[in-house]
């Protein structure tokens, strides 16, 4: 029964979340802008009030901002259904609820919408809205249509300590990484519109490239050493659990070429003719890898990780 | 010679510069992929044969080019090596820096500061060394290291993120050294073993044994395991039905000179046993069967391994019994734990715990044959010299549930299936490096951890006597006539970009100093 208010929850989220990506896709679309000369702030020692280049501004809409508004509001309440749903499955399982693909994506995903709850109301990071309700009506959609499994016991080699802690950290870590890969892709296309000098419509509302590009590596400063204490504590569980602590099982090497990524990124930022968009290009196809590595391994290739049912 | 040094030195910065590091990396994260996808030999032999044989255009040459053993491959081990190379080509002058770094005091900064953020200047009426004392009392508070001349300060914070990065980096190092002494020294070595029966840590009990190339059989530690007994679940219910619950080995420890201990072998807990770590790696049936041969004397009684090859533990296996006279015997065939008939495949398991037992079992008979010693295993049946008992042109099928006996037609003998009990795969293993791998794993994750959270800052104060010569100085509160009056720059410069705060704190050192504050350079970005 509790099992089944589970399922309920989750599926209610889902399609919050596309009500509310559907609300802020209205948002961006309704985005007026238009060419204002920006005045530059006064140098000492320069003349006050010098005319800047003209730049486009997004013209605050009242329409715009209801829609987000609207968006922000059905995305709360869709974060405390799916929260909700997580932490039933958990009471239903009488275990943490990370025991398979569908709970692994659903735990990860409540993480993500939480961590954008909290940039969104306390630091103004709305502008996150559209990418992320994308993706999490998409997470959610595939773990309630693809993904789904009863509840069931876990099977012996799930049964350790490092079951909480390998999976929590992986589902969070995995959050960041999708966060910050989100902010990349932003990047990017923002870079692309600066480059070209047309910052047009809800572009224009969104940080600039270098604010972007800031966000991302913090998302990806903070997910990056907690992947590694993933992969290691996963290390430390295989040790226990078959007698070896790393034993290139394809769920292992994609974990290690994830890491592998993600590190490159790291320097690339810090390496000159790296740095922008070529590291902004390296941390999406971090989030690639890691997605290849959840999905792709699980569902395509026969490992030790293939315990899920699904 | 000249030129050739010159090569190597142009060598040796190419390999230890970040790009080819980068490189490297790329490099070595790519290569890692065909070991993830195509099958490989140490870890699934079957695979490579079967890739083998459905391809074999391709399979032969990405053999020769160590595709199907890629962890193991020189071309991936000159990767990590040149790039590991390359890291401590990276580390040593790195360390060397950081070190005179922290002995040395601050640099004095850029020349000028009015090109740095948070670049504020004003008048204060107060002499330069009070206006320095205050600065430097500021700045100790909030743990800079300071440099202090007669008109200048310089300040510098965050020297842990270098240690950090370090850090990191050199227990990267040293895991490598950790993984390979462990590859030279360690063992691991698995063996069947039936409820009942007892495995003792010698060489000839393994069933599959590798070890590093330092290893010598005197590394083993001298001990027994008897299974007493090995518990199993499997899922009844609707979900998941069929799918492992519990394992639970029930074993006896025997050590030299010590009382023996019953310990619970189960996944996640091993035993460790004089430092060699015991897993549960696996299970299996072994049904126990006698055999009478053809003279009425008992050839074989006794439990026999046979392997599963599904989910639902159907087991394959083969009874030899050589000694059964006047004629040999053999029985090849399969033992299905909870027996269903399976349509035109004939009879298959439904679950795989034992719930309706059954053997079924072709018959194979010979002359006697001289034992040669030579070793042949003890899963697949040498078929040379032996033929298969026939009914008409059918092979006779010996079909036993539990208890039942079957007369070989022409009095060859008899078989029973008197019971089954269960086996349990046992690894033995010890890696010597372990503990430094995990050390140096966990110092790397605290060490980038701090990399990446320190982020260092460096400020500036210049202090000149007298007030200012232009009109910059209006807002400064007029002190008494003819006391003395400096003039102050401040400003400060982010090492790492992408950290918040440096105009506040600019500010604020500022205002320490006594300036009203009036920032002049843009720092926009910094709220975002």
């Not at chain 2, 850029?110 to 090109?115: A, F, K, N, V």
């Not at chain 2, 003890?378 to 059918?394: A, C, H, I, Y």
């Amino acid at each position: 029964m509790i099992a089944y208010y589970s399922s309920l929850a989750m599926v209610t989220s889902a399609v919050l979340y596309l009500v509310a990506m559907t609300a802020h896709a209205a948002e961006w679309a309704s985005v007026r802008t238009a060419k204002v000369t920006r005045p530059v702030p006064a140098m000492v020692g320069a003349p006050a009030e010098a005319p800047g280049p003209e730049v486009a501004v997004a013209v605050d809409g009242r329409r715009t901002e209801l829609l987000g508004r609207i968006g922000l509001a059905v995305t709360v309440v869709a974060a405390l259904t799916h929260v909700a749903g997580v932490v039933l499955r958990g009471v239903a399982a009488q275990r943490a609820p990370w025991g398979n693909m569908y709970e692994f994506v659903t735990t990860s995903l409540a993480i993500v919408a939480i961590v954008y709850l909290v940039l969104a109301l306390r630091s103004g990071m709305r502008w996150l809205g559209l990418p992320v309700t994308l993706l999490l009506t998409i997470g959610q959609g595939l773990a309630v249509t693809v993904f789904y499994v009863d509840v069931s016991e876990l099977m012996p080699a799930l049964h350790s300590v490092w079951f909480v802690i390998h999976i929590i950290a992986a589902a969070t870590a995995g959050a960041a990484f999708n966060v910050g890969g989100i902010a990349a892709i932003l990047y990017l296309v923002r870079t692309r519109a600066e480059a070209r000098g047309s910052v047009r419509g809800y572009l224009a509302r969104i940080p600039s490239a270098a604010a972007l590009d800031r966000v991302s590596y913090r998302f990806h400063a903070f997910a990056f050493p907690l992947w590694t204490f993933t992969i290691a504590a996963g290390a430390i569980w295989a040790q226990f659990a078959w007698g070896r602590f790393w034993g290139w099982d394809p769920k292992e090497t994609w974990s290690l070429v994830t890491w592998i990524v993600y590190a490159v990124y790291l320097h690339a930022r810090a390496t000159a003719g790296w740095k922008g968009r070529r590291a902004a290009v390296v941390a999406v196809v971090g989030l690639a890898t890691f997605w290849f590595n959840f999905i792709g391994i699980n569902l395509l290739v026969s490992g030790l990780h293939s315990y899920a049912g699904i | 010679m000249t030129n050739l040094v010159g090569w190597l030195r142009f060598g040796w910065a190419t390999l230890t510069s970040m790009r080819t590091a980068l490189i490297l990396l790329l490099i070595l994260g790519i290569a890692a992929i065909p070991g993830s996808l195509l099958p490989q030999r140490p870890t699934n032999p079957v695979g490579v044969a079967d890739y083998l044989r459905t391809n074999p255009e391709v399979g032969p040459w990405l053999g020769r080019l160590g595709f199907f053993d890629v962890f193991g491959s020189a071309w991936f081990a000159a990767i990590y090596l040149l790039l590991f190379i390359s890291l401590i080509g990276c580390i040593l002058p790195r360390t060397a820096t950081f070190l005179r770094e922290l002995r040395a005091l601050p640099d004095a900064g850029p020349g000028r500061l009015d090109r740095l953020p948070g670049h504020t200047v004003g008048t204060v009426a107060s002499a330069p060394a009070a206006v320095l004392d205050a600065a430097q009392a500021h700045l100790r508070e909030r743990g800079y290291r300071v440099r202090r001349t007669d008109a200048a300060i310089s300040a510098e914070r965050g020297y842990l993120r270098e240690a950090g990065n370090l850090l990191f980096h050199i227990c990267l190092v040293t895991t490598l050294i950790g993984l390979a002494w462990g590859s030279l020294f360690s063992f691991r070595g698995t063996a069947v073993v039936v409820e009942g029966q007892a495995f003792s840590n010698t060489l000839t009990q393994y069933d599959e044994f590798g070890a590093g190339a330092a290893f010598s059989s005197s590394h083993l530690s001298p001990f027994t395991v008897r299974v007493d007994r090995f518990d199993v679940r499997f899922e009844e219910g609707p979900v998941q039905t069929g799918a492992a619950r519990e394992f639970t080995a029930h074993v006896t420890v025997s050590e030299p000179g010590r009382p023996d201990t019953e310990q619970l072998l189960q996944v996640n807990a091993p035993l460790s046993i004089g430092g060699d770590s015991v897993h549960l790696l696996g299970h299996g049936y072994a049904p126990v069967v006698t055999v009478t041969d053809g003279n009425g004397d008992v050839a074989f009684s006794g439990p026999v391994v046979f392997l599963p090859q599904d989910t639902n533990f159907r087991s394959d296996g083969v009874i030899k019994v050589p000694d059964a006279r006047p004629e040999r015997l053999a029985f090849e065939g399969v033992f299905l734990p909870t027996s269903v008939s399976g349509g035109a495949g004939g009879m298959v398991s439904a679950f795989p715990d034992a719930l309706k037992p059954e053997l079924l079992l072709n018959v194979w008979t010979g002359p006697p044959r001289q034992e040669t010693g030579e070793p042949e295993s003890v899963f697949s049946l040498d078929k040379e010299g032996l033929t298969q008992l026939m009914n008409g042109d059918r092979p006779v099928t010996v079909g036993l549930s539990v208890g039942a006996s079957f007369e070989l037609p022409d009095g060859r003998g008899s078989i029973s299936f008197d019971g089954w009990k269960r086996w349990t795969k046992l690894q033995v293993s010890n890696t010597p490096g372990g503990w430094l791998v995990l050390v140096s794993v966990m110092l790397a994750v605290i060490g980038m951890g701090v990399s990446l959270t320190v982020r260092p800052r460096r400020l500036f104060v210049r202090v000149a006597a007298g007030a200012a010569e232009d009109g910059e100085g209006d807002d400064v509160p007029a002190g008494p006539a003819g006391a003395a009056a400096s003039r102050v720059s401040v400003a400060g410069l982010d090492r790492v970009e992408g950290r918040g705060g440096l105009t506040e704190e600019v500010a604020g050192l500022a205002e320490a100093c006594g300036v009203r504050v009036t920032v002049a350079g843009t720092d926009s970005e910094e709220q975002q």
